[in-house]
Each structure stands twice: as structure tokens, then as C-alpha cells.
């Protein structure tokens, strides 16, 4: 099959073509790495970029109540595509036919669920006691609409292990949603720059991955429940997943919405979005190829058990050092990003960064349930993870946020735990290994945890106390990637040899 065709031109069974498996495994890690972190960098600053300057030109209430809205958005993201996407990647063999279904389907999915929403912004606007919740949600329920066009196509990508064109579309949506969001703060538009940051990114990301799937392949006017048969099982088990799984992860904003109001809400959304950072954006870079190589390799616990691991491995030498940081130097991150109007935000940031990292961790195991076609293990494991969260976070809230922020992390503890005893029933995961690898970045980070530590009272007593706090963040930050990288070094040399060149010497790639 060409690169320039998904599907071959008779209605035969849709295999990796030349981007894929004709190529060593270590190959496509390195192309999957080089593009995926690219991405990764541009969409972290255009990110961080954005909170910064959001953070000063709008008030805690603009991004409490965009918050509430975006909540609701989330619980029904999942359905917006029947998990079909998913499907897509997991299955080894996928006929034109069923490609035209599944498109079709995804389409009137998305339509539907917008629906939905658009419905439910009245019963939004009560739960939440915030009447300005009905406008920004009704609005906000056309990411559905526009998002929908270029699902499949994505997952065609992933399916190929096309990284570039995903970083490319990635990378646009990201400056988008910068620019967009920026002009419209300073135009004193308030929460609707952050309604138009959160739809640009998804406008032009469907433009650019529709811009590059039509010109290979077109959605003809087929379609037939036939094609969908297996799919719709696997992808409801997915949608339901994802479903239960949103409703557990914004248990927390649906909690302090309700209780604490929109105040307290944006407060803890820029905690969250700060502490979550890491997650959003390096999480998916690794799982994005890990997922469709667990695919290929189903059948061979070892090998998915030892793609997991190292995935694992990976996503903690990023984030581990990142959150640590981040909770170690939360008060002058927060002063410099955001502001001193934000200080309330301090205390949430530093109980949060446990439950980012947990976040992080516990993601891969998703795609270790998909790639053996267990998307029920996901979905009941989001049902026990809801109904714990409800009820925990309902009495921690009525002490206060950061009472509610503590027990997040501990609930992330928790859950980690029982996912490893889960992995080693489903595919023989073992401990000892596992440990053995993680304890590399649990002892750089220990190490520049102390080293930030030293640092931070040395400057106290010398005359970098008055220096101003970006420069006093950037000599910590220093110190700490110092400290960090030279622990790494001295433990494993080779591990980072490998790794650099994953991430930066594409020509091997090829």
C-alpha cells in the first residue's frame, strides 16, 4: 500500500503500510519520538503561553465558569465517537467498507452528542447555581460539531504510525488556540477568549487533518450496520469507559462548582491545568505509539507487558522531575506564570502534583486494555473510581479545596496500586522488573528535590533574595535540570544516550 492511500483500491483488508511494521520497531520509536516531541514542545509553550497571559488579562471567574462548562463538555466526550476510533487502531484488519461506516458513524455521533449537550445547558446552569453556565456550555457544545470531520482520519494516522502529519495538526491547533485566546483578552471580551481558545484549537486541527485525509482518501455514501458489527461492541465498552472515566476525573470540578462556586473553582482549574500539564501533553506523545505496537503484538503478553513497562518508565523520567519541581517551587511558578493575584492557587498546586503524577501512570494501562480488547476491565475500573471520588470528594470539600486536593492525590495512590495487580493478572506483569526501572527517576528526582531544596534557602540568605521572582525560578529551575540530568547520567548513561536519540536524531529514523 502506498503512503498516499489508507485503504487499498479493492475492499480488502486495510494493513500497515510502508510508515509501519516494514520497518524495526526501534525505527518507528525514533520517528514516533522525534515528530510526537516536537509537538510536544511547541503545544507546552503555546500552553503555558496561554495561561500566562490569560491568567493576567482575565479573573478568577472567567475561568471558573469556563471551567464548569468544560466539565460537562468532558463527560460526553467520549460518546462523541462511540470509542470507534479506537477500534480502528486496535483491530489488525480493517475493510473500505467498514472504514466508510465507521466514518458516517463518527459523523452522526458527533452531531448527536452535541445535541445532547445543547440540551442539557439548562440543567447545567442549575447544578452549578451559575446562570452564565447555559450560554458559554451552548456555545461550547460545538467542539463536537467541528471536531468530528477529522477523527478518523487521526486514528488512520495513528493506525499507519504516521507521527508527523499528528504533530503537524497538533501544532497548528496549538497556536491557534493561543492567538485566538489572546486577541480576544485584549479585546476585554473576559470568559469568551477562553471559549475561543478552547474551539480554535480543535477548527483548525479538523482542518488540517481533513486538508491531508481527503487528499488520500474520500468517505463515499456507504453505509451499512454490517460493517459496524464487532466495532460497536468493543466501542461501546469505550465510549462507556471514557464516559465513567470523565465523570471520575471531574468529579473534583463538579464538587466545587456545586458547592464552593466559581471562585473557588478557577482557583483550582489553574492548579489542575498546571499540575496536569505533564499529563496532557507528554502522556499521549508515548501512549500514542505504544497503544498500536500493543495492538500488533496482542497476542504476546511478554512482549505488552514489556512495552508497558518501559512506557512507563519513560513517561516517569519526564514527569517525575517536572512535578517534583513544580511542587517544590509552586509559590514563584505560579507568581511568574500567572501573577500574585493568583496566590490562592499556591496551596493546591503543591497538594496536586501527587495526583499528576499518578494520572500519569496510571494512563498506560488504558492502552494495555485496548490492545488486548478488554475495554470492559477500563470501564468497570472508571465505575469503582467514580463512586469512590463521589463520596470522598463530597466530604473533603466541606473542609476546603485543599483538603479535597490532598485527597485526590491519596485516591491516585490507591488506584495505581490495585492497576498493577490488575496488570499482572491480565498479562503477567511483574513487580520486581517494574521497580527496578522506576527507580532510576525516583532517585534523580530525590536528588533534585534535595539539591532545590539547598538552593532555595542558600538564596534566601544572600542578596538573590530581591532579585526579582523570574530570575530567582530560573536559577532554581537550573539548578534542579542540573542536578537531575547529572543523576541521571552517573546511574545510566546509556539510557540517556538512547533516549536523546530518540527524541532529536530523526535520520535514524528512516
Not at 479573573?59 to 462548562?69: E, K, S, Y
Request: glycine share 8%.
Amino acid at each position: 500500500m502506498s503512503p498516499a492511500d489508507y485503504p487499498p483500491p479493492e475492499n480488502q483488508p486495510v494493513s500497515i503500510g510502508p510508515n509501519g511494521l516494514n520497518r524495526p520497531v526501534s525505527a518507528i520509536a525514533a520517528h514516533s519520538a522525534f515528530w510526537s516531541s516536537s509537538a510536544l514542545v511547541v503545544t507546552m509553550v503555546a500552553q503555558l503561553a496561554g495561561f500566562g497571559i490569560l491568567g493576567r488579562l482575565l479573573n478568577p471567574r472567567d475561568f471558573g465558569l469556563v471551567g464548569m462548562a468544560l466539565t460537562v463538555i468532558s463527560l460526553f466526550d467520549g460518546l462523541a465517537n462511540l470509542g470507534l476510533s479506537i477500534a480502528i487502531i486496535q483491530r489488525k484488519e480493517v475493510t473500505e467498507d467498514q472504514l466508510h461506516s465507521l466514518y458516517w458513524a463518527n459523523v452522526l455521533s458527533g452531531l448527536l452528542t452535541a445535541a445532547i449537550v445543547l440540551a442539557l445547558t439548562p440543567l447545567a446552569a442549575w447544578y452549578f447555581k451559575e446562570p452564565k453556565v447555559l450560554t458559554v456550555l451552548a456555545i461550547l457544545s460545538l467542539m463536537f460539531v467541528v471536531q468530528v470531520p477529522g477523527q478518523q482520519f487521526a486514528a488512520l494516522l495513528r493506525k499507519n504510525l504516521e507521527f508527523r502529519l499528528l504533530a503537524v495538526a497538533d501544532i497548528a491547533g496549538a497556536l491557534a488556540s493561543l492567538a485566538f485566546g489572546v486577541v480576544l483578552a485584549l479585546m476585554h471580551a473576559g470568559y469568551y477568549a477562553l471559549i475561543a481558545q478552547q474551539l480554535g484549537r480543535f477548527v483548525i486541527r479538523t482542518v488540517v487533518l481533513c486538508w491531508v485525509g481527503f487528499r488520500r482518501w474520500r468517505p463515499r455514501a456507504h453505509f451499512s450496520w454490517s460493517d459496524l458489527r464487532g466495532y460497536l461492541s468493543f466501542g461501546l465498552y469505550q465510549t462507556g469507559d471514557r464516559m465513567i472515566n470523565m465523570l471520575a476525573a471531574n468529579m473534583d470540578y463538579l464538587v466545587i462548582g456545586r458547592f464552593l462556586g466559581v471562585k473557588a473553582l478557577g482557583f483550582y482549574t489553574i492548579a489542575y491545568q498546571l499540575t496536569t500539564l505533564p499529563l496532557n501533553k507528554i502522556n499521549p506523545v508515548l501512549t500514542q505509539f505504544a497503544l498500536p505496537v500493543m495492538s500488533l503484538f496482542q497476542d504476546e503478553n511478554d512482549r505488552v507487558t514489556n512495552v508497558y513497562q518501559r512506557t512507563m518508565q519513560l513517561i516517569a523520567l519526564v514527569t517525575f522531575p517536572l512535578l517534583v519541581g513544580l511542587g517544590l517551587m509552586a509559590a514563584p511558578a505560579v507568581r511568574v506564570i500567572f501573577g500574585p493575584q493568583w496566590d490562592d492557587s499556591v496551596r493546591l498546586v503543591q497538594a496536586l502534583t501527587i495526583m499528576g503524577i499518578g494520572k500519569s501512570l496510571i494512563g498506560v494501562g488504558g492502552s494495555v486494555f485496548m490492545s488486548k480488547g478488554r475495554a470492559d476491565l477500563g470501564f468497570w475500573q472508571s465505575v469503582i473510581v467514580a463512586v469512590v471520588s463521589a463520596v470522598v470528594f463530597y466530604f473533603t470539600v466541606q473542609v476546603g479545596v485543599p483538603t479535597l486536593a490532598w485527597s485526590y492525590s491519596a485516591l491516585m495512590v490507591v488506584q495505581f496500586a490495585a492497576l498493577l495487580l490488575v496488570m499482572k493478572w491480565l498479562v503477567g506483569f511483574r513487580f520486581g522488573p517494574f521497580f527496578r526501572l522506576m527507580a532510576l527517576p525516583l532517585a534523580a528526582s530525590a536528588v533534585m528535590a534535595a539539591a532545590l531544596v539547598a538552593a532555595e534557602r542558600a538564596l534566601s540568605f544572600t542578596s538573590a533574595a530581591s532579585w526579582p521572582a523570574v530570575a530567582q525560578l530560573a536559577v532554581l529551575v537550573t539548578i534542579g535540570a542540573v542536578a537531575y540530568v547529572g543523576v541521571l547520567l552517573a546511574l545510566d548513561r546509556k539510557l540517556v544516550a538512547t533516549a536523546v536519540v530518540a527524541f532529536f536524531k530523526r535520520g535514524e529514523a528512516r
